[in-house]
């Protein structure tokens, strides 16, 4: 089956989504919520993303390449804007969505 | 076919998406962004479950009434956030989330 | 973090959304398509808001209850329908449906 | 407003959605359902892309350029498929996808 053969894209995928999302939601609760809202909007996007990619995946999407081409390139602007902040979640978030980047665009045709 | 009879819920949903969409781009690009925390976080959850049902009702979904009970909840609550806001893309988002969550218990089994 | 406390549920959405999306694709590729045409619509309405909830759970949405009791009656029928069928995949999806309905279960208040 | 610079992206991304989702309800209630397996899954994968940037061009997303890329080729990919059909969802739907695909190449950097 297709998707056995893109597991481990499906698990950096997934390990990014969530990253994304918890970076997100512990951003919105900062009290420095207004430096860190391109964070909170590149989060989103990224998680958005990676979950959409997740799921073609999944469900033997013929669209892969074109798919993760744009993918790599939001993890790799949402990875650029996490580092910049010092907050555990946000390092932690560009780790995550670096590697799900490289993943990527191994999937890349 | 199916789709018609929905035509004013998915008008409805459609500009609730948008309002939320713009009210969350605009939130984040406010002065006292950490004021707006809990606006920017119910406008995406809002308006990503009428983008869900909206696209669920012209796909003949058999989950109607299980989606619509949701959104017109998820509505409201957006809705009633957004109203505490004096900014005017609050306020119409706002307005906006209110008609959809009406729109939205009609569709409810 | 709130994400933490739903673990369980998340697992069991991924599983879930992974078990329709592989029951959608594999049931396009059967000699017998006419008899799986319901199955593959509910497959997908499945995963689309298992995968939904997923990723409202780990960016501690406020509307837990509400996704959740839609979700567990969309598992619920989808279980029902993968059910009748013999395929393996049909069978599997059943069995993740159902386990997957009764997490979602617990997450409404 | 961002959102308006990108309204008629955002038209032709709608009417797309919903060509492929009644291309593929109407596919899945076709007599000759194995026929048009194809046609189902593209259509699907069309109406979600299309759907996730029409979302994203409305929240002011910075990745405009990497998603209508993507979308193009997608939209693009589905009319080929659905043009190889008579039925009047198909041949419809084909029009729309082209006419997406040509509005997205327009948002390409």
Known sequence: MSHLKYQSAIEKLHECMEACNHCY??????????????????????????????????????????LAEACAKICEACGNECKKHDHDHCQKCAEACYACAEECKKLVA
Do not use: H, N
């Open 25 to 66: 939601d512990a951003c919105l609760q900062e009290d420095d919520v207004k430096m860190m809202a391109e964070c909170i909007r590149t989060d989103r996007e990224c998680a958005d993303i990676c979950s959409f990619l997740e799921q073609a995946l999944t469900r033997g999407t013929p669209f892969v390449s074109e």
